[in-house]
């Protein structure tokens, strides 16, 4: 295999397998496993080859994305070609997204008897179908994403999407374009045919100006009116913040969620953990868009097991970990944008937090205004300018900076009592009192 060309590791791509993005620690290789789903040897698998290939650094983005950091030109053919033929990733060709969907990783079935802690919808079935379809549509963006909402208590209303769906009684669901218009209510059955007729009028309306409709948000009311034909209808009620971390119950067996400090885990951590899984006779794993990962299948008895390995790991097990409430990517110098070490400083900055994190404060912290880790807004979000951090309350990477701070200012000033935590408190961002 040829290694890619200039023109495919620009920066600013999209990665996946085959057409990996160029870091400052190598290159970075984003996998998408066959439908989403690993089994514990496959996982193992995976970080054995995070160990050879690349610099034995494994992360889970954003989207639930496994990444492999630090492989080279002359190492990725070799991962390429195993992963592969292992039939580890569902890699296509085209500029199209590799993942369309989102999909909770402790979503299920409805149960036959109509449990009361049953899904109102097949989630992943439902994904699985606007995937096939999507891959037969021309001229999405790589990063355009279709939010598949269950309906259960995992929500997914903290992640922006281009299209979301979500489940309002057994068999039937809404579906929003741009978080703006809500479309519906439509059957299950019939909501994969719909939102495939919207991805096909957009990319349409996408040809026609490329530059200036990159998603699905910058089209206005009326344009995104067109691109459905089902009666507008009232948003769904607001559901409480999920769980993102601990023992679930999925019907008959359980799962343990297990969220990686800031995204990230050693290859060796990795193969440990699996291999533990692996011992209990876990059945299904599933990436977690909280940076973590599910382990599926379980009795309650051995999902607990589980979890205790990986607190004695160092890996997040609780809900109320205010690690969980802080993103960041790579920074400097893992990142060749980067222009601050966003991930060792996140690390600090969850320290003096803590309080403000484990009471529903969310921190972004990036290594530039590309923004990788979080495209959408938090309580604070700092970014990464010359050394420093330009500091947003309630905003996004590319708005408007109360000031520009080094790390020292920064955890200073952050303290109770100090003026940015009177700010955050004043904008309605902290439970708790400022002093």
């Not at 794993?285 to 599910?294: C, D, E, K, N, V």
């Not at 960041?328 to 996140?346: I, L, T, V, Y």
Request: contains cysteine; glycine residues 10%.
């Amino acid at each position: 295999m040829n290694a890619p060309s200039p023109e495919t590791l620009r920066r600013g791509w999209c990665p996946s397998t085959l057409k990996p993005m160029e870091t400052g620690d190598g290159w970075l290789v984003r996998l998408h496993p066959p439908g989403a789903r690993l089994t514990p040897t496959q996982l193992r698998r995976i970080a054995a080859l995070a160990a050879r290939h690349g610099n034995g650094l494994i992360e889970i983005s954003a989207r639930g994305n496994m990444q492999l950091r630090g492989v080279t030109a002359d190492s990725h053919p070799a991962l390429v070609a195993t992963l592969l033929a292992e039939r580890l990733v569902d890699e296509h060709e085209g500029d199209g997204p590799q993942r369309l969907t989102l999909v909770s990783p402790l979503a299920h079935p409805p149960h036959p008897s109509g449990a009361s802690r049953s899904d109102p919808i097949d989630a992943l079935a439902l994904a699985a179908a606007i995937e096939a379809r999507g891959r037969e549509i021309a001229g999405l963006p790589a990063k355009f994403a279709v939010i598949v909402d269950g309906g259960d208590t995992s929500s997914l209303e903290a992640f922006a999407g281009d299209i979301r769906i979500v489940a309002t009684a057994p068999g039937r669901v809404v579906i929003a374009l741009a978080d703006r218009l809500w479309f519906g209510p439509v059957a299950e059955g019939d909501a994969g045919a719909a939102v495939a007729q919207v991805m096909a009028r957009f990319a349409a309306r996408r040809a026609q100006a490329p530059d200036a409709i990159r998603r699905m948000g910058d089209l206005g009311a009326t344009e995104l009116a067109a691109l459905c034909d089902l009666p507008l209808t009232e948003p769904p009620p607001h559901r409480p913040a999920p769980r993102r971390a601990g023992l679930f119950s999925l019907h008959a067996s359980h799962a343990a969620l297990i969220g990686l400090p800031f995204g990230r885990l050693e290859a060796a951590a990795l193969d440990r953990l699996a291999r533990a899984s692996e011992t209990l006779g876990c059945p299904e794993i599933r990436l977690s868009p909280w940076r973590g990962i599910a382990f599926r299948g379980l009795c309650e008895a051995d999902a607990t097991t589980l979890l205790e390995s990986a607190a004695a790991e160092g890996l997040i097990t609780r809900d109320d970990d205010p690690r969980l409430s802080v993103q960041a990517c790579a920074g400097a110098p893992a990142c060749s944008r980067a222009e601050a070490p966003a991930m060792a400083d996140a690390a600090r900055l969850a320290q003096v937090l803590a309080p403000d994190l484990a009471g529903g404060l969310t921190l972004h912290v990036s290594g530039c205004v590309k923004s990788c880790a979080r495209p959408a807004t938090s309580d604070l979000t700092l970014v990464g300018e010359g050394g420093r951090y330009r500091v947003v309350i309630g905003g996004g990477a590319r708005d408007s900076a109360l000031a520009t701070l080094d790390l020292s200012a920064l955890l200073t000033r952050l303290q109770p009592g100090q003026d940015l935590h009177a700010r955050l408190s004043a904008a309605g961002r902290l439970s708790g009192p400022t002093k």
